[in-house]
């Protein structure tokens, strides 16, 4: 019996080696009254499709290609079309449905400007010079395109590895930072300007014996002048006047003389600043290889105009900054001291003019004459005194002494007794006869001045350890002749 034309419903077309031959399956929709018929030949083949593209269409022997696209790119069959998608289908990606990690899924999809796809290292994605250690290729760097900057947080930041360039001349450029953390490049010239200022004097002290030269004798120490002893000078006096430089490093070479002493007018008497100091060379100065810091020189001041001065003095070719002034003036103003004389010993009396007068052993001191806050700013007091005293054949004469004073004990001043020496520590120098004693304290600095013969000259410094307050007077028994002495004037600084 002929199956040619039988029709057979199904729910499902049958597999191709299953199906009849000569009849149309009638296919159900799932869900739906309408059926779609499938046409199957005497060989087994779909002959007709009903509606749109079927399973049955993809077979390799179906022929439905007529694209000119298609057929444009040599596809001319079913087969080969198959084939291509199957290629193409190979490639594509699968939509992904959990999660990975970077080992088990390594790489991850690129895409450049023409739409073609690379994989790429997923470990690379989210790498910056922050949180990666990264290393460069031929040709690999940064370029700016606006400001730029790093804030460590208080964080170590470290540039290692560096070649050593130290011995390379054309490594002559420094990096170097303003206050706001801009990196800049410079010669070096301003960080080494604004070096000293960095440092403290002992800082500084080591910096400049470092920079010895290894064959050099002597310090190279700066000069520094931190008093001018006295402070000032009465310019109406035709004679000699001295003054003393007191500091660091004022020392003469006396194998190589290479010193030099200079005077500048800084201020005229108003105390106006000159535009050009007037500057005047020292050339008769003194100074002792064991003291090296203390400078003394003299000069007839009356051949010099009035005004504030200031000192540089020049060894192994530094020179100090700056110094303290000093005043020159016609009539320095003192203002009278009336001491009052008490705890009177042995032969002490007060004469008419308000002296003490010393004619055998005995003592006697003043009153408080200079006050803690006079001791701060310094002072200069002015005294007379004189002597006759000497031996008287057996009768030796003992010492005579007149001195600042303090509770303490301690006594800073002359002996008179055949020399004008500095006390506590005689030095000898001056004959006996002393017209006018200065004492003056200034800069923690105490100095003896006396002039004898109309010359006045420094004749000692010393630190003071205590604070001076009053003036005393004492002379021990022997020989013959009476002392006297007194505090006249007080000058304020």
């Not at 007709?48 to 399973?55: D, F, H, I, K």
């Not at 400001?147 to 050593?164: A, C, E, N």
């Not at 020159?328 to 003490?356: E, H, M, R, Y």
């Not at 002039?451 to 020989?479: H, L, W």
Request: net charge negative.
């Amino acid at each position: 019996m002929s199956n040619i034309g039988k029709i057979i419903r199904v729910n499902a077309l049958p597999p191709e080696q299953e199906r009849e031959n000569n009849v149309i399956y009638q296919v159900a929709e799932t869900g739906s009254a309408t059926y779609t018929d499938y046409a199957i030949d005497e060989n087994g083949d779909l002959k007709t499709s009903a509606v749109g593209l079927q399973q049955e269409d993809l077979k390799d022997s179906s022929i439905n290609i007529s694209d000119p696209a298609l057929l444009a790119s040599g596809i001319k069959t079913q087969k080969e079309y198959n084939t291509d998608t199957r290629e193409k289908l190979d490639n594509k990606i699968n939509k992904p449905s959990k999660d990975g990690n970077l080992q088990d899924y390594p790489k991850v999809l690129g895409l450049d400007h023409n739409g073609n796809t690379a994989k790429l290292s997923a470990g690379d994605l989210g790498k910056n010079i922050a949180n990666s250690a990264l290393t460069s290729t031929a040709g690999a760097g940064l370029t700016l395109g606006d400001s730029w900057g790093i804030t460590t947080s208080g964080l170590p930041y470290s540039i290692t590895g560096l070649t050593d360039v130290s011995n390379d001349a054309l490594f002559n450029t420094l990096l170097t930072q303003n206050a706001s953390g801009r990196i800049g490049k410079t010669n070096g010239k301003q960080p080494f300007m604004n070096l000293p200022s960095s440092l403290n004097d002992t800082e500084k002290i080591a910096w400049r014996k470092g920079m010895r030269l290894s064959s050099e004798l002597y310090s190279t120490g700066q000069p520094r002048i931190d008093s001018v002893i006295l402070p000032f000078v009465d310019n109406s006096l035709t004679f000699t006047q001295y003054i003393t430089l007191i500091g660091l490093n004022l020392f003469v070479d006396n194998q190589t003389p290479n010193a030099k002493l200079v005077m500048k007018r800084v201020k005229d008497i108003n105390g106006n600043v000159l535009a050009t100091p007037e500057e005047y060379n020292i050339n008769n100065f003194t100074v002792l290889q064991n003291m090296p810091n203390i400078l003394n020189f003299g000069l007839k001041w009356n051949e010099y105009p009035q005004g504030y001065y200031q000192f540089f003095c020049t060894h192994n070719l530094l020179t100090n900054l700056s110094s303290p002034e000093l005043l020159v003036k016609q009539g320095v103003t003192f203002s009278a001291l009336n001491p009052v004389w008490q705890d009177l010993t042995g032969s002490a009396q007060v004469d008419s003019n308000n002296n003490i007068v010393l004619p055998a052993g005995g003592s006697a001191r003043t009153n408080i004459l200079i006050n803690t806050p006079q001791m701060i700013n310094g002072f200069v007091v002015k005294c007379s005194v004189s002597t006759s005293v000497t031996g008287n054949g057996a009768n030796f004469a003992g010492h005579t002494r007149f001195t600042m004073k303090g509770d303490d004990g301690l006594e800073y001043g002359v002996t008179l007794t055949g020399n004008l020496d500095f006390y506590p520590d005689p030095i000898g120098g001056f004959p006996t006869r002393a017209d006018v004693l200065y004492i003056s304290y200034y800069n923690g600095l105490l100095t003896l001045a006396a002039e004898v013969n109309g010359k006045t000259r420094v004749f000692a410094v010393t630190s003071i350890p205590s604070i001076p307050r009053y003036f005393y007077a004492t002379r021990s028994d022997g020989g013959i002749g009476a002392f006297t002495a007194k505090p006249t004037q007080l000058l304020l600084l």
